[in-house]
């Protein structure tokens, strides 16, 4: 359960504010994710890093930015986000080798945007 | 792209009746196909996967289907107990280095006693 780490766990922010997730591997991973969760709907994927570099990127609005300063960390920078932003962001990493590409979940991000 | 969908949205049995729900995808490429579960409040956990050269794998209680030709596969939970109550989410990707899985919309499953 410790794996993979967020915080914080929950968030509430107006639209005018700048505001940073983050995500801690501890599993020697290389590769890690961002996605939204919200209701009804399914798991969306928001970014995909592999050994640091951004691998995927889809089509996400420009006011979530992400940052992966090494393997085992990821930031989601947020600024000026909409209500509709409202939802969880979870985190998850795996390896790159693909006979161990198992993703593992953070317990997320509870985001609300006033 | 690849697409994930996943039916029933909801299903309801009696404790100790088996369960089963299906996922169909698209892109005949993708080779990696996990389950996971998602108990209120928590994280998704995986609780089984398989691989596309396998037709079917078993843990306990818990069995993955897979057929290639249809594009579709199965999570099949046998026995079931209060405790399996979460939601399922059935993923599909290419198993590349930092492939992205494409999830389905989920299902809601619920065991009365």
């Known amino acids: 359960e410790t794996g993979v780490t967020q915080t914080p766990r929950h968030l509430v922010m107006g639209m005018t504010n700048k505001k940073s997730l983050k995500c801690e591997q501890h599993?020697?991973?290389?590769?890690m994710y961002w996605y939204k969760q919200s209701a009804k709907k399914p798991l969306e994927l928001m970014f995909v890093?592999?050994?640091?570099?951004?691998?995927e990127n889809n089509s996400v609005p420009s006011r979530f930015s992400p940052e992966c300063p090494n393997s085992s960390h990821l930031f989601l920078h947020l600024h000026t986000l909409q209500p509709e932003d409202s939802a969880l962001y979870l985190c998850a990493s795996s390896h790159t080798d693909i006979s161990r590409e198992t993703q593992y979940f953070g317990p997320g991000t509870r985001l609300l945007v006033l | 792209g690849e697409n994930v969908e996943q039916h029933p949205s909801t299903l309801s049995v009696q404790e100790g009746d088996s369960a089963v729900i299906k996922c169909t995808y698209s892109?005949?490429?993708?080779?990696?196909f996990p389950w996971y579960k998602q108990e209120l409040g928590k994280r998704p956990q995986l609780i089984i996967d398989i691989r596309s050269n396998v037709g079917e794998k078993k843990d306990q209680r818990i069995a993955v289907t897979l057929n290639k030709t249809a594009k579709h596969f199965s999570l099949h939970i046998t026995e079931t107990q209060p405790e399996d109550s979460a939601v399922y989410f059935c993923a599909a990707s290419l198993r590349q280095a930092g492939t992205a899985l494409i999830f389905g919309k989920g299902t809601t499953l619920s065991v009365s006693s």
């Open positions: 599993l020697g991973h290389n590769a």
């Open positions: 892109d005949s490429a993708s080779n990696y």
């Open positions: 890093y592999s050994l640091e570099e951004r691998v």
